[in-house]
């Protein structure tokens, strides 16, 4: 059964700062793994998706690294704003089944 | 371009009734999946239709039920409240497979007293 980890539960960096949230995975059958950005009460928005052959994506300040053989993925912000302030949830897809399996979370508060 | 819709966004029901939850995808998209969020448990898969034919089905009982129409809307049924369905229920689109990337509605918050 995959199970899938974020380390840590929350994090509170002061503005500015540069962070690395993870996300390990037991099954490295993975077919993709997304990342995912959840502000309080509200659906879920999606930030980058890595395909199994990929190592890496970048969209803006966010990076996205994936090392299918270690079983760990991380995201990467640079330049941390108040805005950034939410739960980032990975999830995986494994096999061709279309079902995410989800990380319990990293609660980000980016502070002024 | 318009995203995931879903609809209400708030409900409260009592335990024992029954309660349908709707669904609109992105447009061309053909995939929609449900997924329950709870504090304790977080996000779990409840079910995937594809092309109105139920593909996958997480671990929830058959109280649960959903189905697929031929716009690609889709419609989630819980029967027999109870207590313990007070979730959001977030909806998930995506275009076609398993390689595409899933966009999720605002979700329908679900209160059971």
């Known amino acids: 059964k995959q199970e899938v980890t974020q380390i840590p539960a929350a994090l509170s960096v002061p503005e500015g700062e540069n962070l690395v949230l993870n996300c390990s995975f037991t099954d490295s059958a993975i077919y993709n793994l997304q990342w995912f950005r959840q502000d309080p009460g509200k659906g879920l928005t999606s930030l980058l998706l890595?395909?199994?052959?990929?190592r890496e994506q970048t969209s803006g300040r966010l990076n996205a690294s994936l090392d299918k053989s270690s079983g760990r993925s991380t995201l990467y912000i640079a330049a941390s704003q108040p805005g950034d302030s939410a739960t980032y949830l990975c999830a995986v897809i494994i096999g061709t089944a279309s079902k995410l399996t989800f990380g319990t979370g990293t609660r980000l508060q980016v502070t002024l | 371009k318009a995203g995931v819709t879903q609809t209400p966004r708030y409900l409260i029901k009592t335990r024992g009734q029954q309660v349908t939850l709707s669904c609109s995808p992105i447009s061309g998209h053909r995939s929609v999946s449900w997924y329950q969020q709870t504090p304790g448990q977080g996000l779990q898969f409840l079910f995937e239709y594809f092309s109105e034919t139920q593909r996958n089905k997480g671990n929830f009982p058959g109280r649960f039920s959903g189905r697929q129409f031929s716009n690609s809307r889709s419609e989630m049924n819980v029967s027999t409240l109870e207590l313990g369905d007070s979730a959001l229920y977030l909806c998930?689109?995506?275009?076609?497979?398993?390689?595409?990337?899933?966009?999720f509605g605002q979700g329908t918050r679900l209160t059971v007293v």
């Open positions: 998930a689109s995506k275009r076609y497979t398993s390689q595409t990337e899933a966009f």
């Open positions: 890595i395909q199994s052959s990929q």
